[in-house]
């Protein structure tokens, strides 16, 4: 019963809050924006707004501290990494698309229909050149894709398509990687553990607890151009279902973070079916 009331009194606290500094802080960031428009170009104006949507998630996120705690776990290693990058992550709650604040770069998520329907934040994600990947076109949507790329705006995607509800991960769609394959931007995968139930899917219940956004040395141009897009997608997979395994303590072989075997292909399981996470690799050392 206390655990309860202790429960439901953390949810109030943080969706006041969230809901204060969401009509404080929405609106600065719009005037910051458009003060900073007066002297700077489209681009550089895009640049801010899509800036400040990060300064709004690190906000968001730091609001249930120190009861649920937001960790970014940099294992890209020593390796030179130049962006823009795509970025593909696995996808647990509705959380995910705030956790993208941590990342260092410019950039835009691959989003379904629902998020352009949130009130002042789905405006926001129109303005900020999120892309609908439901209503374009396969062409449309590459086109846009790809300028942005040129432009340097890094591109997120959740390839799974919706939330998995559990530590188990669904299969990827191809779109991620076939506009790779089309730009020849570098890859980065992305692991989040830890807020399957921050909040679990049906529900707007917080819970306390811990969640860590690993991000995984980018696979670039030269590692991944002979594989088709099936095969690229299989290849991600495997990548973040065995860095979750390490993170979670599963069963797989433990490695040094970051690497894997990237010769070794299996195909991912199709929709529906459950992960198989035990799988050997062969150590490589980067």
């Not at 949810?11 to 969401?22: A, E, G």
Request: aromatic fraction near 10%.
């Amino acid at each position: 019963m206390i655990k309860r009331v202790n429960l439901h009194l953390l949810n109030l606290y943080c969706y006041t809050l969230f809901l204060l500094f969401s009509a404080i802080g929405i609106p600065a960031l719009t005037v910051f924006v458009a003060v900073t428009r007066l002297f700077q170009s489209h681009r550089g104006t895009m640049k801010r707004f899509r800036r400040a949507i990060s300064w709004y998630g690190k906000l968001v996120t730091a609001i249930p501290f120190p009861f649920i705690r937001l960790n970014y776990e940099d294992h890209s290693g020593n390796r030179r990494e130049e962006g823009p990058f795509i970025f593909v992550s696995n996808h647990r709650s509705a959380s995910d698309a705030f956790l993208m604040c941590v990342l260092p770069h410019e950039c835009v998520q691959i989003v379904n229909v629902w998020p352009f329907r949130i009130p002042v934040l789905g405006l926001y994600a129109r303005f900020s050149g999120y892309l609908n990947i439901r209503k374009m076109s396969h062409e449309e949507f590459m086109t846009r894709g790809i300028r942005l790329l040129k432009d340097g705006v890094s591109i997120i995607f959740f390839p799974e398509g919706t939330r998995s509800a559990s530590r188990t991960m669904g299969s990827f769609h191809g779109a991620a990687f076939r506009l790779a394959l089309e730009s020849h931007a570098s890859v980065v995968p992305l692991c989040i553990s830890g807020n399957e139930n921050i909040p679990p899917k049906g529900s707007l219940m917080l819970r306390p607890g811990t969640i860590r956004v690993r991000r995984l040395p980018a696979i670039t141009w030269d590692e991944y151009k002979d594989l088709s897009p099936y095969a690229f997608k299989n290849r991600v997979w495997h990548i973040i279902d065995a860095e979750l395994t390490r993170m979670e303590g599963g069963n797989g072989m433990q490695k040094e973070s970051g690497s894997w075997d990237r010769d070794r292909e299996r195909p991912a399981p199709a929709a529906g079916q459950p992960s198989t996470r035990a799988l050997v690799r062969t150590q490589v050392r980067h």
